[in-house]
């Protein structure tokens, strides 16, 4: 459908909001600017929303009809279960309303009187009155209650969440990120409560009687319904100290670890508009700390809602750089994301690669360099795993059709793991393209589309004008051009419109003839997520006198090449090396070639292509590396290729490793990788001698009188506080040629706890007896006896209860201390020393816990799907917690654990169970996602592990043989008639009597209160009918009960609380009196 209005200012008036009845009434104004002559209808998107009337120009009313597919893309009941089924129904659906295409749930049949404003190209005022009662997404609802019932009001509050084109949620809008306009949002709520959005706070009124205040908020950046967010709380406001404009807001009793936690925000700020040479973008800045949190940070323009989870005190050493970290992107995505928004979803690798490459920018001006190319390597790994062992990635999919179980044209399709991956290739190819134009000239491109943005916003609305608050691949690289003069065809054809990760393995060997190192580098082009590379490589060489860099065209077909050594063979056992850095160490060359001048040898040292490395060097040249390369990422290749190697696994690795460890000028994210590299070294040599880095902690952290007893902590070094959580954990992974973990380990991980003082240091120590925690579970062996402790195991349940009694008393910051105990139970029932059951994970699991208490909790239960007994049970409760849980990220997060355990799950596969876990999870897809897409996804991606493309029923065995038993399988057969289906399966025919209810569950908007009623007594004799059929098969249906428990209740069950309205027209009728 054509653009045919330009919708130019929306005003929001929200007039009531009810906790009570988790219900939103409001009027949104929406002032169009017509395009095309003798345009009738208009399309805006909506859902969950009820419409009382649509008005134009404040006189004439429209009349409107509703549709929104996305409920229940596949309507057919007998139609296959098979996810191509899915698949092309939910595309369709989403194809109907996609907002990019003018197209919406809601079409406005525009009244004959304005027909002259529409032919004359004359503004005009389209009103909606609409209200949100109990809304499934979009809007959440947080209601802490007391133990009778009652709720909390100084706590309760409510924002909204989501993830792509989520606006149409909570209100109605044209729901696309190139539609883009000024907006004025007024939010009334009780005098008590606060209400922040997107925009500049122009004026507070109070009402006569003082019990409600109405905030006007004012936008005049254009900007897209996506990036329009709110809050409401009784939230406590502090104004930034360095930055009047800049504000925090969080619930009662947080305000001096909001002040900690915002301390140093200021400072990003500065660092974006000195590197971007540019102001910030708009008037005014919130951040708003909400509970419940749908992800950690929710970015819209001017506002961002995080996670309570980020907050911490002065106290908390590792939570700092998590929250610094969030915050700094939230500032970094106002400007690209917000401010300069995308086009269309082929062009969101631009605005969230580039928001991340100045997160990381600032990062690496905070943090240091070693962070930064930490960081970078693992995001590099991250992505290469993920498209060999997942799915590719293509960061610009508009000239790809989808080849995968999800549409990644479509951005409500997409699971969630994909996105991470996706954001991290974004952030990486921007990066590669930092290299190839150079930093300056790349700064310098970002401050043309701003400065060209700010122009063009500042002024009204005109044809074209507002293109340049929106960015497009195409755009991008024009702007490119037009600064540098460089085409970037080659690059985005190579790293934007195609996937994959180049693959390369190679080896070398020195010539002494020539005196020339000799490089065999081949490309495995066959894998999945492999892309053939041809282009430049760097490659760096560490000889005697000093380090080289050479570069190499990959072409086609050549896969050897030659260096030219600057060094020749050395005569001396000792010498001074120049490194890259240009500092000069002494090295022992007594364990090298004496006729090579070659010390080691790297490929592409500075990550300037997305690739894998599988590299053949020598051990004693990893040790060197490992030993005398400055560079981060060299050490950590190093540390990989020692361990991995079991032919490395000697006196000399190990010796390597524990300078490593015990060396204070190295990053410590390095020494504690080599701790965990020194275990495993030391397993695979069978060592017998002291358990290594034991001497290491106790010369460190030991006592000066007893080097048994830890001295008082004291976290003064952020460095050795890490190592020093870090040594434990490590040490206890070590294993004698038993495999059990030596006794003297144990018993001094357990005098750890005994003598560890926290009492005169300034830092919290939470984090380190979670560590502790952790050790003392690594040490726990396998039981000789079933059910039944050792002495070991029998100290440390001792000391893990002590910790959970404690917990309850004085909680740790984030219950971290809980999370790592209850770990150590579950260790106990696996490895045999308690019984297996999950009751106990369970009372931790409900609604009311902490919620990464919550979380770890759930990944423990999922993790008894592996036991054959438990398996079903286990099951059942996650999936009814997905269905019914009332905090989003907890749904969410069981079906990551359960696509994680989708193996275990696979076994359950079996003749009994086929039907009933299908029947769930297609229920779950296909009618309980249609308000969270981003569920839906991960709900398609565990359907799609466990049956891949195939129809379930097509897996149940046809009619057994003579002779042997009928398993316990539901059948069903349809037949024609009157519309109806004839069920020979009470289960099936609970299906087909909820599917047949839906309408009563999300009735049309359109429809009047009168053929609403009508309809309530229509289905009141459907169900009576269908009430006396169900007890003529009372037998048969107990029968079921067994083998699919979950269809056998279905006649009972209503669906998400979330969506469910009793009687359509009284709801209505709840509506108006409020």
Known sequence: ??????????????????????????????????????????????????????????????????????????????????????????????DSVNADKRLGELIIHLPKEVEDDVNNGRKFILSIEFALHEPAGGLHFVLPR?????????AMHLFSYGEHNSARMWFPCIDSYNELCTWKIEVTVEAMMVAITAGELIDTVTSSD??????VYELNVPTSACNIALAVGPFECHIDPNMNEVKHYCLPHLMPILKSTTATLHEAFEFYEEMLSVRYPYPAYKQVFVDEAYTDSHICSSITIFSTNLLHSSRIIDQNPVSRFE?????????????????????????IGISRYLTYQYLKATFGNNEYR???????????????????????????????????????????????????????????????????????????????????????????????????????????FTVTGKDLEVFINQWVYQSGCAYFTGKCKFNKKRNVVELELKQDSSGKGVLKYVGPLEVTIQELDGSFNHTFKIEENKTKFEITCHSKSRRQKKKKIPLMTGEEVEMDMASLDPDSPMIWLRIDPNMLILRKLNWELTDTMWQYQLKYERDVVAQCEALHALESEKDFATSATRSTLMEIVDDDHCFYKVRIMATHSLVKVANQMMWSGPPPMLHVFQKKFGSNSCSNIVRQLKFKNFQSYYLQRALPVAMANTRTTTTICPTEITHFILDLFRYSDNSRNKYSDCYYVASLVEAATNTISISTSINSLSNESKLILEEVTRLLN???????????????????????????????????????????????????????????????????????????????????????????????????ISSLITTQYILSISNQLWKLMNLFCGQDTKLCSEVVELYYKLFGNKNPQSLVPEEPERGRPVADVPYTSYTADDGEYNVDNPAMEATIDYMNSVDNVVPDLGESKSKLKKKKKKNKHKHKHKSEKKERDESSRHALVSASPYLASAHDYPGPSSVQLSDPSSAEDDFLDV
Not at 38 to 57: A, G, P
Not at 81 to 88: G, I, K, P, S, W
Not at 210 to 215: D, F, N, P, S
Not at 327 to 351: E, K, M, N, P, V
């Open 806 to 904: 404690l917990e309850k008393v004085l909680p740790s910051y984030r219950n971290v201390i809980t999370i790592s105990c209850l770990k150590c139970v579950r260790t106990l029932q696996q490895k045999g020393h308690l019984p297996s059951t999950s009751t106990l994970f369970k009372s931790y699991a409900q609604f009311g816990m902490f919620i990464d208490v919550r979380l770890a909790a759930l990944d423990i239960i999922s993790g008894f799907l592996t036991e054959g007994e438990t398996q079903k049970p286990q099951l059942d409760y996650l999936l009814d917690l997905v269905e019914k849980d009332p905090v989003p990220r907890v749904r969410h997060h069981i079906l990551l654990a359960l696509i994680t355990q989708h193996s275990a």
């Open 327 to 351: 915050q700094a992107l939230g500032i970094a995505h106002q400007f690209f994301g917000c401010f300069i928004s995308r086009r269309s979803w082929y062009d969101a690798w631009l605005t």
């Open 210 to 215: 003082g019990k409600e205040k109405t905030y």
């Open 374 to 480: 930490y960081c970078v390597r693992q995001m590099l790994l991250d992505v290469c795993n993920y498209e060999q062992r997942e799915t590719p990635i293509i960061l610009d999919s508009s000239t790809t059709m989808s080849r995968s179980y999800f549409d990644i044209n479509r951005p409500q399709t997409i699971p969630s793991e994909y996105v991470n991956v996706f954001t991290k290739k974004s952030c990486l190819v921007l990066r590669m393209l930092e290299n190839r134009l150079g930093k300056e000239l790349l700064l310098q491109v970002f401050n043309k589309m701003l400065s060209l943005a700010a122009l063009s916003s500042s002024s009204e609305y005109s044809t074209g004008m507002w293109d340049n608050v929106m960015v497009s691949t195409k755009s991008f690289s024009k702007s490119v």
């Open 1 to 94: 459908m054509s653009h045919n209005f330009k919708l130019v200012h929306q005003t929001l008036v929200i007039s009531r909001i009810s906790f009570e009845k988790q219900l939103v009434v409001a009027l949104a104004e929406f002032h169009f600017l017509p395009l095309v002559p003798d345009s009738t209808t208009l399309r805006l998107n909506c859902k969950q929303s009820r419409i009382f009337e649509v008005v134009v120009n404040d006189v004439y009313s429209a009349e409107y009809e509703y549709c929104d597919p996305t409920l229940q893309p596949v309507s057919d009941p007998v139609a296959a279960h098979t996810l191509d089924t899915f698949q092309n129904a939910e595309i369709e659906a989403f």
């Open 146 to 154: 007391m133990k009778d019932g009652t709720l909390l009001r100084n």
